[in-house]
């Protein structure tokens, strides 16, 4: 299968030649490994703490590990070890050679703590999303910022792949299901979602009730590019508006939802005024509203 292009693969050239540390981070399943694989396929090692015997391994001899595995070093899913990252901080300290640690975590939530009590100055901190549109149609080396792209914006030029609104809106950006056509989109979506629930969420929360955080996560749905009412998400659903509030920074800090805050000219407008939401995918958003056709 190939692999796509990502827009962040400039970014990480370009860290790697300043900073010892590299770390990625984003919501699961959005390419973080196979970004570094891509990018570095002969020069670095890959470890992944996902597998039991080498997590326990890095929790029980931290040392000896980092014998074993000598950078030039991706490590992946270093969120299930965060005390490696303060040996790390010492081997780094002695020899801070450009790109010879790269990160990966899904956690941000945890990861970023250890961060920054380990690697603070040490460390390049990145969010991989899943694909962009550029990134989707094969269009990523040529993708532009923000700024440039509205300088530019020509509304005559049109991508060399057609892709239609319902491949985007049923099969979203996600790497695995919208490259391969092949998986099954409700089954994908609804292991992702379990699986998130059950490793993430519920362990960093203590959330007792999981279908009743799947009733959140489908009024967030439902509300997706409205303004947000967090009062009647809580009403509607039976939870306590800081309940609400909590679980709402949990998946906006896990790049599940994003929170548009308006823009004024009045600074302080922009702080008092509701955002709107948005849900970060439009496979996922789509199918907790049930909507299965593709």
Known sequence: MKLKARVLEKTILKAIKTFPAIVVTGPRQSGKT??????FPKTHTLVSLEDPDIR??????PIGFLNQYRPPLIIDEIQYVPELLSYIKTRIDE???PGQWLFTGSQNFILMHNITQSLAGRAAILFL???SLS???????????????????????????????NEVMMRG?????ATRKKVDRKLWCSSYITTYLERDIRNLSNIGDLSQFERFLIACAIRTGQILNISEVARDIGISVPTAKR????????HQLYLLYPYYRNIGKRIVKSPKLYFGDTALCSYLLGLNDA
């Open 247 to 254: 679980w709402l920074s949990l998946l906006e800090t896990a």
């Open 135 to 165: 990134e989707r149609v094969d269009n990523a080396r040529n993708a532009q910022d923000i700024s440039t792209w509205i300088k530019r914006l020509n509304l005559t030029n049109k991508f060399d792949r057609k892709i239609s609104l």
């Open 173 to 177: 950006f996600f790497p695995e299901i």
């Open 129 to 131: 999303l899943p694909f």
């Open 34 to 39: 196979t970004l570094f694989k891509m990018l």
């Open 56 to 61: 326990i391994r890095a929790k029980e001899d």
């Open 95 to 97: 020899n801070r050679k």
